[in-house]
């Protein structure tokens, strides 16, 4: 199964909306301190053994810091677990800085 992706513009919206979705940010500790968009911690080495965590029912965005690693995980749960509601955050923290808030410090 292909990767989805969702753009940042679509996430803000999804944001605006009130909409119920689960935000995961698989970035390390470090990372997520120094800059985040909301999204429930789960770092990289831990989100396989925390797969209960991540929700069946509704949309699931995940991120990182440009996509990369938010993309394997969602590949890895799709194919380990048929996960079918997940989306990678194209471009990432990055993306969602240039093109949806410029306040979040890039690195």
């Not at 969702?6 to 990372?31: G, H, N, S």
């Not at 690693?69 to 048929?82: L, M, T």
Request: proline content about 5%; overall charge negative.
């Amino acid at each position: 199964m292909a990767i989805r992706e969702i753009t940042p513009t679509q996430l803000k919206k999804l944001f605006d909306e009130k909409a119920d979705f689960q935000l995961i940010d698989v970035r390390e500790p470090d990372e997520h301190a120094f800059c985040n968009i909301g999204g429930e911690l789960i770092p990289l080495g831990t989100v396989l053994p925390n797969a209960e965590k991540i929700s069946k029912e509704k949309t699931v965005v995940i991120y990182c810091r440009s996509g990369r690693r938010s993309g394997e995980i969602i590949d890895q749960h799709q194919n380990k677990y048929g996960f079918v509601n997940l989306y990678n955050l194209a471009g990432g923290i990055l993306a969602w800085s240039d093109e949806v808030d410029s306040s979040v410090p890039k690195y």
